[in-house]
């Protein structure tokens, strides 16, 4: 396992943008597939965005609409997510996942994911 700490959230007015970071600790993680999710309170979490170990593979959910992207650097030991064009409906707290499977795969809601982080709350005011 790798171990997560995300930073970047706060409170933004609609049409604002963020940028998340997710710093990660451990050897491994230029290996590892990195993820975005999110969840607000009384739903699922959802899947967001991930990136293959490389960078050179990314995917996202469909509700994301060309407004959020997702990097990293494996010099750093660090996945981002840039957000724009913010909604209130994006209002969520924001978690980083990490797995060693394929990036393809973290958007599939009966996959356990190896490690999270605490996340980081995101709120956005119409």
């Known amino acids: 396992q790798v171990q997560l700490v995300e930073s970047g959230g706060g409170l933004v007015q609609a049409g604002g943008s963020l940028r998340l970071s997710c710093a990660a600790s451990?050897?491994?993680?230029?290996?590892?597939?990195m993820g975005w999710f999110r969840q607000v309170p009384g739903k699922e979490r959802e899947f967001v965005a991930s990136?293959?170990?490389?960078?050179?593979?990314?995917y996202y959910a469909d509700f994301v609409k060309g407004r959020f992207t997702i990097s990293r650097d494996n010099a750093k030991n660090t996945v981002y997510l840039q957000i724009g064009s913010l909604e209130p409906e994006d209002t969520a707290v924001y978690y980083c996942?990490?797995?060693?499977?394929?990036?393809?795969?973290?958007?599939?809601?009966?996959?356990?994911?190896?490690?999270w982080g605490h996340g980081t709350q995101v709120s956005v005011s119409s």
């Open positions: 996942a990490a797995d060693p499977s394929p990036a393809e795969l973290m958007s599939d809601p009966r996959r356990i994911i190896d490690s």
């Open positions: 451990g050897r491994a993680f230029s290996s590892y597939a």
């Open positions: 990136i293959s170990w490389s960078g050179r593979s990314t």
